[in-house]
């Protein structure tokens, strides 16, 4: 049986930054993964250069049922000391959008990185090799103070003193998904908060909808809400229509708040004040409706909402001259105000995380330990969810840094006879 300090299973953001970070602690570290292609949610990640962080990260860009529980690993490890580790390593990146930083170059160019640290760490990687059962050894003292694990895997068997699960979740199947990391958690007893797509499209009842797949692949800034009173939450982002609903950043950004059965709230006109335009136009022009809208709107979204207000009893379809104020501020109120229920969403396939996961309730915020001993969790495994826009690549690096902490911390403790001190 081949023994190591840390066994870390998932070969992703996280675990590749744990590994390396646990390594150059001077710990014997083992990564494994199922797949035999290395970190693809990385390679394919922003159009191919990996939006890798968020200079503006703050707790407040996660969703959490504790919403404190990221501070202390965001905290102690920030955007600043990620950036600095890929100016050591020669790697150019820019700011795109909202502190959103990209590689200049390539999402490669990360993974290159991560490799580069783990072979400073000389982290042992396993790739394609999968496990087939985790057991908790017998009780007996060993360099962690803790019994230890036996991973019996199709290398063979492993003994570790020490066990991290940065196995994602069920987003993106195709790229290796599994609810493996949910089964471990179940396994010892740990709490779960019902995982679910995130960052992910919308969709609508095929009929109500058809009227508007016409406007597919069009894309316009909007502001958009979900929820009431405390609850609600609001986005000012892009907006891509489907044929099948809604997609662009602002509907992936409230559909990890989005609710089954609730509507959402869309101002398909954020940058004007409609109401007050469209009587201007009234008082000085004898230009249809629809062509007024369209110096305030996309040509296409402006035809299809007149003809889809006639259609509803509107009168809409007429020079502007000759409408009443009535139907200018029910026309303005529908466009600022666009209430509509999503009937659910493109699901895994098509989310670029997974929402819920391991209860925080049963980790350390400081370590990622589990009230297991020996047993750590980092990653989207975790019920830590980010917005969009580089954060869930964040808190993958803050939380593999404090969990490599922690395990530093207390393993060499134990080896000197000490009690150990949370990283």
Known sequence: MQEFDVVIVGAGAAGLFCAA?????????????????????IRVSGGGRCNFTNRDTAPD???SENPNFCRSALSRYTPRHFTELLQRHGVAFHEKHKGQLFCDRSAQDIIDVLLAECAVGGVTRWQPCRISGVQLLPATPDASGAAGYAIDTDRGMIHSHALVIATGGLSIPKIGATDFGYRIARQFGLRMVTPRPALVPLTFDAEAWAPYTPLAGLSLPVRIETGSRKARISFREDLLFTHRGLSGPAV??????WQTGTPIRINLAPDHELLPALLR????????????????????LADTWIEQGSSAGHSWQRPVNEATDKALAALAERLSNWELTPTGTEGYQKAEVTAGGIDTRD????????????LYFIGEVVDVTGWLGGYNFQWAWASAQACARGLASKLQAARTGGAGIPG
């Open 61 to 63: 860009n996660f969703l």
């Open 252 to 257: 992936l950004q409230i559909s990890s708040y």
């Open 363 to 374: 980790l350390s915020s400081q370590t990622m330990e589990s009230k297991q001993n020996g």
């Open 281 to 300: 136009a009234k008082a000085s022009s004898k230009k249809l409706i629809a062509n007024e809208l369209a110096t305030l709107l996309p040509a296409r």
């Open 21 to 41: 970070a646990a390594g150059q602690a001077c710990l014997k570290v083992l990564l494994i993964d199922h797949s035999d292609k290395l970190a693809e949610k």
